[in-house]
């Protein structure tokens, strides 16, 4: 299966096939050795994919100290490209409100 995200059941799901982890693991640009003879890779290789996978999963759903993890990090740069294209579904007009530095009623005044 390649990699891909679809809306199962009303659930985002994100599937990743054993091939397609193997060769962007093995393929990953992060561990070229910056020699031209291995340029084409691969650059690592997987002895056990079923510990990888639980490796590759425990790293993507690992929490930092203020609770994000490398999936958080996905979220966020997601729901940001699909505002910043003009998605539909979301009101583009919207403002949020603000409160008034003089006042908490908004109105400029202080009250008291």
Do not use: Y
Not at 5 to 32: D, M, S, Y
Request: hydrophobic share 35%; glycine share 10%.
């Amino acid at each position: 299966m390649p990699l891909c995200c679809r809306i199962v059941k009303g659930q985002i799901v994100i599937f990743i096939g054993k091939r397609n982890l193997k060769f962007a693991t093995e393929h990953h640009p992060g561990f070229w050795n910056g020699q031209s003879a291995s340029a084409d890779g691969p650059f690592l290789k997987i002895t056990d994919m079923a510990k990888f996978q639980k490796e590759f999963v425990r790293a993507i759903n690992a929490e930092r100290e203020d609770g994000s993890s490398l999936l958080t990090d996905m979220w966020d740069a997601a729901i940001k490209a699909a505002v910043e294209d003009g998605c539909e579904g979301i009101d583009h007009d919207w403002k949020q409100p603000t409160d008034s530095p003089e006042s908490e009623f908004g109105d400029g005044e202080k009250h008291g």
